[in-house]
């Protein structure tokens, strides 16, 4: 499989996740700590399968990769499960997507970075879709914008950590599924941390723990599709491609929960707007 198919699946695989958390949410509910656990646990095990198949596992260098994983997904995954449960999954999806934008702010505030005309008018274009979605007139009565609000703080969160993985490990040999399979093992501490001080009951029923897995294996294999995606070509042709994964989001929306989601015209300009952005701002960053 090429790196254009492979950036897709990657895409495509990561914006199914929002969708599988709405089916996840239905009654018996869990909290949303206990689901991120539960979901974290199926991607570390996908990662660390596909860690032992890489080869070269190694306990050396790994210190950046696990303070990343603490941020993110840790801290972010809480965020990003209460977000799509107030937002709903197709308003989570674009919000994620402005990720983009954040990961520039950080890196030109925290990290004296300056970016040129490009990466400029690539965050006008992710603000503007941030902008239609909030403009939105009419939304379904379960959307609020507090999830939208808490959708945008997850986003923050993976851009914080990827603009600490760059400048923290810009050299390393670390293989690619050691390092992603660390960082969720750092992330699966900091919300086993949270759920034992929230106290929160662990559901073991086989049908609830099913439902939070499937979100989780999503993201351990879209992790393991862009790996291997930039493994096989360019970040100029891969990342404009995973920047698709809002728009994946929201047209899975639309096809699996149509009823509830309620996705129209604003939404889908506004994840146009959103991919359009965080496309151009990859590709010259």
Same mark, same amino acid.
């Given at each position: ?32 700590? =206990? ?10 095990? =996908? ?22 994983? !603490? ?5 972010s ?55 239609a ?16 609000a808490? !959708? ?28 992603? !399979? ?7 501490v ?17 049908? =609830? ?8 294996a ?9 790996f ?13 491609? =995973? ?18 989601e ?13 991919? !359009? ?9």
């Amino acid at each position: 499989m090429d790196a254009v198919a492979l950036a897709f699946t990657s895409a495509a695989l990561f914006g199914a996740m929002p969708v599988a958390v709405r089916f996840a949410l239905v009654p018996p509910r869990v909290p949303a700590a =206990v689901g991120a656990l539960l979901m974290q646990t199926a991607t570390l095990l =996908v990662l660390c399968v596909a860690a032992a198949i890489q080869g070269g596992v190694t306990l050396g260098g790994l210190l950046p990769f696990l303070l990343a994983g !603490a941020i993110a997904p840790g801290i972010s995954n809480l965020f990003i499960t209460v977000g799509i449960r107030e937002a709903g999954s197709s308003r989570a999806s674009v919000a994620f997507g402005m990720a983009p934008l954040f990961a520039v702010t950080i890196a030109v505030v925290g990290f004296g970075e300056r970016p040129g005309p490009a990466v400029l008018v690539g965050a006008l274009l992710v603000v503007a879709g941030g902008i239609a979605l909030a403009l939105e007139p009419e939304r379904p009565h379960h959307v609020r914008s507090i999830g939208i609000a808490i !959708a945008l703080a997850g986003a923050a969160l993976f851009a914080l950590r990827d603009n600490l993985v760059r400048h923290l490990s810009l050299e390393t040999e670390v293989p690619s599924m050691t390092a992603g !399979a660390a960082m969720l093992a750092a992330s699966l501490v900091v919300t086993s941390l949270v759920v034992a001080v929230r106290r929160n009951r662990v559901v073991w029923a086989p049908t =609830v723990v099913a439902r939070w897995l499937l979100p989780g294996a999503f993201v351990g294999l879209s992790y393991i599709a862009l790996f291997e995606a930039f493994y096989r070509g360019t970040v100029s042709v891969v990342a404009p491609i =995973v920047a698709t994964e809002s728009l994946f989001g929201v047209v899975f929306s639309w096809l699996l929960l149509r009823r509830s989601e309620r996705v129209g015209p604003r939404v889908v300009v506004g994840a146009a707007l959103v991919v !359009a952005g965080g496309a151009l701002i990859a590709i010259v960053r």
